[in-house]
Nanobody, 121 residues
Framework: VQLQASGGGLVQAGGSMRLSCAAS??????LGWFRQAPGEEREFVAA????????AIADFAKGRFTISRDDSKNVVWLQMDSLEPEDTAVYYC?????????????????WGQGTLVTVSS
């Protein structure tokens, strides 16, 4: 599986941004978004199943972030609204097989290269 994350950039606090993760090579069972701020550990943001029917989202993202899948393409979106400076991080997408929506990054096998999101105050 090859993953290509894109859509990052600079946005002001309160703004929105949509990240995409394009998967190629094979279909995936689970796709997750993670983020890593400087000096911090990688943390779970959201995940969904291949068919999009089951989703999980981190507490800090509830009400602000939405994960979804494009049925016509192997693309998963992460819509981020009401962004805060604390959301500044490199965002990664990753996939794994199986049916469990793990929040532990060590459970994911394939990783994209990451896209930087910077939220200015």
């Amino acid at each position: 599986v090859q993953l290509q994350a894109s859509g990052g950039g600079l946005v002001q606090a309160g703004g929105s941004m949509r990240l995409s993760c394009a998967a190629s090579g094979r279909t995936f069972d689970i796709l997750g978004w993670f983020r890593q701020a400087p000096g911090e550990e990688r943390e779970f943001v959201a995940a969904l199943t291949w068919n999009g029917r089951r989703k999980a989202i981190a507490d800090f993202a509830k009400g602000r972030f939405t994960i979804s899948r494009d049925d016509s393409k192997n693309v998963v979106w992460l819509q981020m609204d009401s962004l805060e400076p604390e959301d500044t991080a490199v965002y990664y997408c990753a996939t794994r097989e199986g049916s469990i929506l793990y929040s532990n990054s060590k459970e994911y096998y394939y990783w994209g290269q990451g896209t930087l999101v910077t939220v200015s105050s």
